[in-house]
């Protein structure tokens, strides 16, 4: 079925990208044979035209592809016969949202202050954005709130509603949201930084975001674990080996 028959109110809502549309028909046709990728790849198409009859409008939003091409994964998941494990997949996700951090990695070093003052009046734009949009759009990003220590170079933020948990949480896939989420912590490394997050929208009140360069020492007082969903999260070392020690 060609993109521009889907049944899709383009007053409300806008169509995944072709960068998207390239990664689910890739995943398809490394599952399975051509033709039934090709039938496979109709279905996962008109599964998400079927998600958005009941989604918010958010095609008006200035990052639609952060919105919309995971509803794209949701529907190859969801229509899938069999699901492959998603640490499979994780790698080819990254490249279709965020491969653009690995041509910034070979610029920025958030350890350099000079590139981590800039990268914080980048974050600071994106977060003035996402104020501003949720005025119009009330179902988009909300942020929670915003503060950079230029001494330390520590950016923080959070987002306190996002509308890919909020789909994830509606259609119970939560558990294929973390190869979504899991990717801004390989975007950071790419920029040689260090992304401290202890919960997201799904398992606490709020999507947390704590970015330093790798070097720093807020970033050796963190570790990383998987939660059951193979989500990533950062936890301090001494409260891990401290809980640990009680167990034993």
Same mark, same amino acid.
């Given at each position: 079925?060609?993109?521009?028959?889907?049944?899709?109110?383009?007053?409300?809502?806008?169509?995944?990208?072709?960068?998207?549309?390239?990664?689910?028909?890739?995943?398809?046709?490394?599952?399975?044979?051509?033709?039934?990728?090709?039938?496979?790849?109709?279905?996962?198409?008109?599964?998400?035209?079927?998600?958005?009859?009941?989604?918010?409008?958010?095609?008006?939003?200035?990052?639609?592809?952060?919105?919309?091409?995971?509803?794209?994964?949701?529907?190859?998941?969801?229509?899938?016969?069999?699901?492959?494990?998603?640490?499979?997949?994780?790698?080819?996700?990254?490249?279709?949202?965020?491969?653009?951090?690995?041509?910034?990695?070979?610029?920025?070093?958030?350890? *350099? /202050?000079?590139?981590?003052? @800039?990268?914080?009046?980048?974050?600071?734009? %994106? &977060? +003035?954005?996402?104020?501003?949009? !949720?005025?119009?759009?009330?179902?988009?990003?909300?942020?929670?709130?915003?503060?950079?220590?230029?001494?330390?170079?520590?950016?923080?933020?959070?987002?306190?509603?996002?509308?890919?948990?909020?789909?994830?949480?509606?259609?119970?896939?939560?558990?294929?949201?973390?190869?979504?989420?899991?990717?801004?912590?390989?975007?950071? *490394? /790419?920029?040689?930084?260090? @992304?401290?997050?202890?919960?997201?929208?799904? %398992? &606490? +009140?709020?999507?947390?975001?704590? !970015?330093?360069?790798?070097?720093?020492?807020?970033?050796?007082?963190?570790?990383?674990?998987?939660?059951?969903?193979?989500?990533?999260?950062?936890?301090?070392?001494?409260?891990?080996?401290?809980?640990?020690?009680?167990?034993?």
């Amino acid at each position: 079925m060609k993109d521009i028959d889907l049944p899709i109110d383009r007053s409300k809502h806008v169509l995944y990208t072709k960068k998207a549309k390239e990664c689910v028909q890739k995943l398809l046709r490394r599952y399975y044979d051509e033709k039934t990728a090709a039938e496979l790849w109709e279905k996962v198409q008109l599964k998400y035209a079927e998600f958005l009859e009941d989604e918010p409008a958010l095609g008006g939003v200035k990052m639609t592809v952060s919105i919309y091409d995971p509803i794209l994964f949701f529907a190859w998941y969801a229509i899938v016969p069999d699901k492959p494990p998603l640490e499979e997949i994780q790698q080819d996700v990254y490249g279709c949202f965020m491969s653009g951090f690995d041509k910034l990695g070979k610029v920025f070093d958030l350890n *350099r /202050k000079p590139d981590n003052r @800039l990268a914080n009046r980048i974050f600071k734009k %994106t &977060s +003035d954005l996402r104020e501003k949009e !949720i005025k119009a759009f009330p179902a988009s990003f909300r942020m929670g709130s915003y503060s950079y220590d230029k001494e330390k170079g520590v950016v923080r933020y959070c987002f306190t509603q996002c509308p890919n948990a909020e789909f994830a949480k509606r259609h119970h896939m939560e558990s294929v949201l973390p190869v979504m989420c899991n990717c801004d912590h390989l975007a950071m *490394r /790419k920029l040689h930084a260090t @992304l401290i997050r202890e919960g997201t929208c799904v %398992t &606490s +009140d709020r999507c947390d975001y704590c !970015i330093v360069g790798d070097k720093s020492p807020l970033a050796a007082e963190y570790e990383l674990i998987k939660n059951e969903d193979g989500l990533l999260l950062s936890v301090k070392k001494q409260e891990r080996q401290a809980s640990e020690d009680k167990e034993t």
